[in-house]
């Protein structure tokens, strides 16, 4: 059996995306046949920084200075970018790596709805009492009292119960008009209304929700 010798792809972005080298400097051809990658020359430079940082430090200064300064300025870098040029973690160069486990640590690792929020059981604002309540959205009738000046709709037919009306007014209309208080309650078993009813609520009025 001939053994296959095929390169594995993680995606077709690996088949498109062509790595940049560097051939020359001017005139000059660097002595290397496939040339030198600039990502390559990026990690030595990152690296050749934080060995220049590193002889800064008390304790580490004093290593870094036992050596020659060929092996930690220049053979250190080169022997770090080589070596980071050959891994990869999950198909990935490590400066992407790094990036994304910087993220990831800087990320919230609570989400409500996809956005960040508080851990379960941190105290965000200490709170004694919480009420929930009704928008006043729901296509039911919710328990409650609406004052005036307002507009009710109303989705359901519904008993209406007037109070506060002047006594000399007999007339229904007019004890509606004059009433300082209606109590609505729905009918049982009451089917929805096609539209619903929008009932205005003057200044001084209110409606009372049973």
């Known amino acids: 059996m001939v053994e296959s010798r095929g ?25 290397y046949p496939h040339g030198v990658p600039l990502r390559g020359i990026g990690y030595f430079l990152v690296l050749e920084l934080g060995v220049f940082a590193a002889s800064r430090l008390p304790l580490l200064g004093a290593l870094i200075g036992v050596w020659t300064p060929a092996i930690p300025f220049l053979a250190l870098p080169l022997l770090g970018a080589f070596l980071l040029m050959q ?10 790596v790094l990036a994304s486990l910087l993220r990831w640590s800087l990320r919230s690792r ?11 059981g941190e105290e965000v604002l200490p709170l004694e009492e919480v009420a929930v309540a009704y928008d006043g959205r729901e296509s039911f009738l919710v328990r409650g009292r609406i004052r005036g000046p307002a507009q009710v709709m109303f989705r359901y037919p519904g008993e209406v119960k007037v109070e506060g009306a002047p006594p000399w007014a007999r007339d229904s209309k007019k004890r509606a008009a004059r009433a300082r208080r209606y109590r609505v309650r729905r009918r049982p078993g009451a089917a929805p209304m096609l539209r619903g009813k929008v009932v205005g609520v003057p200044r001084g009025r209110e409606v009372v929700v049973e």
């Open 7 to 31: 390169i594995q792809l993680r995606g077709y972005r690996r088949v498109f995306r062509i790595e940049r080298r560097l051939f020359r400097f001017d005139r000059w051809r660097i002595p």
């Open 87 to 96: 891994g990869r973690i999950d198909g990935r160069p490590p400066h992407h």
């Open 110 to 120: 609570w989400l409500a709805g996809l956005s960040p929020c508080p851990a379960e």
